[in-house]
């Protein structure tokens, strides 16, 4: 499995959001540096799954059974679009592992979404909810689409078709979808209403759903909030106190946006901020809020003032003390991870470093609070909106944030603990701690002597 560190050599030429390559030599160089790793998100995780399932002494057997998916679905959208033409797009619903309750994950909207990915996430998922204890198993979606380049009524038919085509394996009691990358709230209420349809009303099959339509308080922030108790959790180790910690943020959609809120909220500074269209930075600070309004209100990301538009590698290499990634998987490889001038990485996003880059961090002192722990707050909170629907019971914010709070903060003392007694990083014992728990639960079911 280490053999697969030595395949982050090249990096991506497509995908990265900033547009066609320049192929000149000079440019290709400096393109290598900033764009995604060759490596896909389905090796990274394989990397990090076999690393602990060898310190762990699973048989191969076994560990090949709880690195698979249980079921694989794939499914064809097809949808006229306003160009009058017929269009294909593909479904993805994978399950990966449903030993310790219904499966539980995000929907992709994304152009580069395939099964590999789709596979990768769904895994991640496994281990998260189990590293936070929370009774789910590991899903997730997607469909290759993206939404910059389809009106509202498509993507509210491609939405439908999605749930008309996978709904038989889905539910309350089987897998409960929720939004990801690409996808939001309005998403999940297109696919809670479809279900309805064949169903009867349904709040519980999916979550992350609007407030007017059964949602949680909380739910929108969760990710972005769990990160940054993540990140206090964190701060003692490097005597950082939030209030004179300086941040940099990779990707300002949901998660980032949040984290960057709740971070500004504790007096940290946001010195550093990317997103598909580009890059800002500010040694004095760029505001959070403001920022975000101004994209609310059409602006993009370059053209907001106050704070001064850079290159991606000038975006990189922005002195912070936290660099928050919330943006796809791949972002941190070897090409560019010595760029990083951060002491604490806190993963917002789904396999945003790839193994070779988590090792050049790791040498230069970096703490590396990884995805599966870090950005569970979402999935945390989707299990209080389940849990609420369930019971047709609301909790107001308050309470959903210190809920949170309390199975984050649990969650980083357990992982830490194990860290510190094996004396390996925090992934190794993020990783070693959600296997044995799902294996655990399989031995119990019986499904594993
Ligand atoms: P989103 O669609 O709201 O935001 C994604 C952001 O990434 C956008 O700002 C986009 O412009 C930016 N981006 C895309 N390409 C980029 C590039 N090359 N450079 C810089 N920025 C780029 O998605 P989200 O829901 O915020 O998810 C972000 C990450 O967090 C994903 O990896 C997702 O899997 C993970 N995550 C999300 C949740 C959740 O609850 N939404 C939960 C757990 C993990």
Not at 254 to 260: E, F, K, L, Y
Not at 332 to 340: G, M, P, S, T, V
Not at 352 to 357: L, N, R, S, V
Request: proline share 5%; glycine share 10%.
């Amino acid at each position: 499995m280490a053999d697969q560190v030595t395949r982050d050599e090249e990096t991506r030429t497509h995908g990265d959001g900033h547009g066609p390559p320049d192929k000149s030599p000079r440019e290709a160089n400096r393109a290598l540096a900033t764009q995604r790793a060759d490596i896909s998100s389905y090796e990274i995780v394989t990397h990090y799954f076999g690393q602990a399932a060898e310190r762990l002494g699973l048989p191969d057997d076994v560990a090949a059974l709880f690195h698979s998916s249980y079921r694989e679905v794939q499914v064809q959208i097809p949808v006229r679009l306003s160009d009058g033409k017929l269009h294909v797009f593909s479904g993805y619903r994978v399950q990966h592992n449903g030993a310790r309750g219904p499966y539980k994950g995000g929907i992709r909207y994304h152009p580069e979404v395939d099964l590999d990915e789709v596979r990768a996430l769904a895994e991640l998922m496994t281990w998260k909810t189990a590293i936070a204890g929370i009774p789910y198993g590991g899903a997730k979606g997607g469909v290759n689409i993206d939404v910059h380049q389809v009106e509202d009524d498509e993507l509210q038919r491609v939405t439908r078709t999605l749930m008309d085509r996978i709904e038989k394996v889905l539910g309350p009691t089987r897998d409960i979808p929720a939004p990801d990358v690409g996808t939001d709230a309005q998403t999940m209420a297109w696919l809670m209403d479809e279900y309805g349809k064949l169903h009867g009303h349904t709040p519980a099959c999916v979550t992350g759903k609007p407030l007017a339509l059964e949602g949680s308080y909380g739910r929108e922030a969760a990710t972005g909030r769990g990160v940054v108790y993540m990140f206090r959790e964190a701060a003692p180790q490097l005597d950082l106190t939030p209030s004179e910690t300086t941040f940099a943020v990779q990707g300002y959609g949901n998660v980032g946006s949040w984290a960057a809120r709740i971070m500004q909220q504790l007096g940290a500074r946001m010195v550093a901020v990317s997103d598909a269209s580009g890059s800002l930075r500010s040694p004095t600070g760029i505001d959070a809020e403001r920022l975000v309004a101004h994209l609310a209100g059409g602006g993009k990301l370059h053209e907001f003032e106050g704070a001064e538009s850079c290159s991606t590698e000038e975006f990189l290499e922005s002195p912070c003390d936290v660099f928050f990634p919330a943006a796809l998987g791949g972002m941190i490889h070897r090409l560019n991870a010595d760029r990083l001038r951060c002491r604490m990485i806190v993963e917002g996003a789904n396999s945003p470093t790839t193994p070779a880059a988590e090792q050049i961090l790791l040498d230069k002192g970096v703490l590396i609070v990884p995805d599966v722990m870090a950005n569970a707050g979402g999935v945390v909170v989707s299990y209080f909106e389940w849990v609420q629907n369930l019971q047709h019971f609301r909790w107001d914010e308050r309470e959903v944030n210190d809920r949170l709070g309390r199975i984050m903060r649990k969650a980083f003392r357990e992982v830490s603990a194990t860290a510190r007694e094996q004396d390996v990083p925090l992934r190794v014992a993020a990783f070693e701690l959600g296997i044995e728990r799902v294996i655990q639960a399989a031995r119990l079911r019986g499904y594993l002597r």
